[in-house]
């Protein structure tokens, strides 16, 4: 059975930091792409990053590059979010995926998804 699940959400101040953990298994981990979405009240699931197996290789969105880091530990098959100098605009519940592309924002090109983790930046 396919399983991905977050965890390491919660509430954190204007400038806090958090980490997410997507833990992984039921699948070759090597073979796929990690990607980190996110999804506000009311707005589009969006990708903000994403961390390739394939070949090491990261991803980041704009409005999170320079404040997001994404790592893998293979032998744990975890992918991580360490998320610094949050701001009210990241509060989303936060979802990882999993797609065989090196890299992709359209959700339809993952095949495997967690229940997310709710994030909350209070100003």
């Known amino acids: 059975e396919v399983q991905l699940v977050e965890s390491g959400g919660g509430l954190v101040h204007t400038g806090g930091s958090l980490r997410l953990s997507c833990a992984t298994s039921?699948?070759?981990?090597?073979?796929?792409?990690i990607g980190w979405f996110r999804q506000a009240p009311g707005k589009e699931r969006e990708g903000v990053s994403c961390f390739s197996n394939i070949d090491g290789s990261t991803y980041y969105e704009d409005s999170v590059k320079g404040r997001f880091t994404t790592s893998s530990d293979y032998a744990k098959k975890t992918v991580y979010l360490q998320m610094n100098s949050l701001k009210p605009e990241d509060t989303a519940v936060y979802y990882c995926?999993?797609?065989?592309?090196?890299?992709?924002?359209?959700?339809?090109?993952?095949?495997?998804w967690g229940q997310g983790t709710q994030v909350t930046v209070s100003s």
């Open positions: 995926a999993a797609t065989t592309r090196s890299w992709s924002r359209d959700r339809g090109d993952y095949d495997y």
């Open positions: 039921g699948f070759n981990f090597d073979d796929y792409a």
